[in-house]
């Protein structure tokens, strides 16, 4: 097989990747290292098109506040923004839970493309990545002992995690909708309603 971007050849067919071309029935052949740095420019541009989203909703929304796209796009690029905040505590949750349990955690990856910024800390390398799109945390077990019920709660602790931010953020938004008291003269907070 051969690639279609940098030509690479190789016997071992099951190491390309096949992929559809946009709009099209044909297919391009491409070799890991092309699909990976398609996907990383893919990322790239989704990500300046949430935030120009997010720009473009604000605006439309300074324009007219009942604007039905100023609130999606505003919406959809603070929920993108939210879940991108959620990445380094998942990714926290998934190694201080495999460490509690025994396991050895290596290195926690934040993002992706080039590194942007290493720390090592709690015998724990941290990469941060140029675009903050998702994670990974390399762990590894030091015994073989209840592995799956500790692998389960390894993998476990990170969903977790997102799911007390988010009652968090649940309780804390609907404590603000019931602020402020009620009293005469008190200002009304009609545009979260």
Known sequence: MK??????????DAGFIKERKTFR?????????????RRHKFEGWSQLAIVAGGIIGCILLWVDP???????????FLVH???????????????????????????VVIGIGKPFFRWRGFGINFTFNRLPVG???????VDLRWFRVKRFLAVLAGPAINFVMAAA????WQGIRAWPPDFPGALTMSWIS
């Open 3 to 12: 690639c279609d971007i940098c030509g690479t050849e190789s016997d071992f």
């Open 25 to 37: 029935t044909s297919h391009r052949t491409l070799c890991p290292a092309c699909w990976i740095h």
């Open 66 to 76: 009942q604007s039905f796209p100023g609130w999606f796009l505003t919406v959809f």
């Open 81 to 107: 923004l939210f879940l991108i905040l959620t990445i380094i505590p998942h990714e926290l949750g998934h190694a201080i839970v495999a460490r509690l349990l025994g396991w050895r955690v290596f290195q």
């Open 135 to 141: 994670g990974i945390t390399q762990m590894t077990p």
């Open 169 to 172: 953020v649940f309780f804390i």
